[in-house]
């Protein structure tokens, strides 16, 4: 089994930034790529980000592209979401996802961290 645990959530004002973090513990040599999704009230989870085990790879969802930025310290199995440019759309509970391997489904999740993004 792997463990996700999400920190760095929180109240922002539109324009401002955050970075989220993801730390895995457990089976995580069984872990491949990793990602992060959101769900706002309301509506369904939606992807935003993905990376490969070997950081090589990443994909972002249109509506974040060019302000999140995704990226993993495999010495700390930590994945992060740097998050700039926020705007009010971007409220959501994140939650930090992980697949067995680069091209599995997302099997394990974490219990997601609140963002809120101010107007």
């Known amino acids: 089994q792997v463990q996700l645990v999400e920190s760095g959530g929180g109240l922002v004002q539109a324009g401002g930034s955050l970075r989220l973090s993801c730390a895995a513990s457990?089976?995580?040599?069984?872990?491949?790529?990793m990602g992060w999704f959101r769900q706002a009230p309301g509506k369904e989870r939606e992807f935003v980000a993905s990376?490969?085990?070997?950081?090589?790879?990443?994909y972002y969802a249109d509506s974040v592209t060019g302000r999140f930025k995704i990226s993993t310290d495999n010495d700390k199995n930590t994945v992060y979401l740097q998050m700039n440019r926020l705007k009010p759309e971007d409220t959501a509970v994140y939650y930090c996802?992980?697949?067995?391997?680069?091209?599995?489904?997302?099997?394990?999740w974490g219990q997601g961290t609140q963002v809120t993004v101010s107007s």
């Open positions: 996802a992980a697949a067995r391997s680069d091209l599995g489904r997302f099997s394990y």
């Open positions: 990376i490969s085990s070997s950081g090589g790879s990443t």
């Open positions: 457990g089976r995580t040599f069984t872990t491949g790529r």
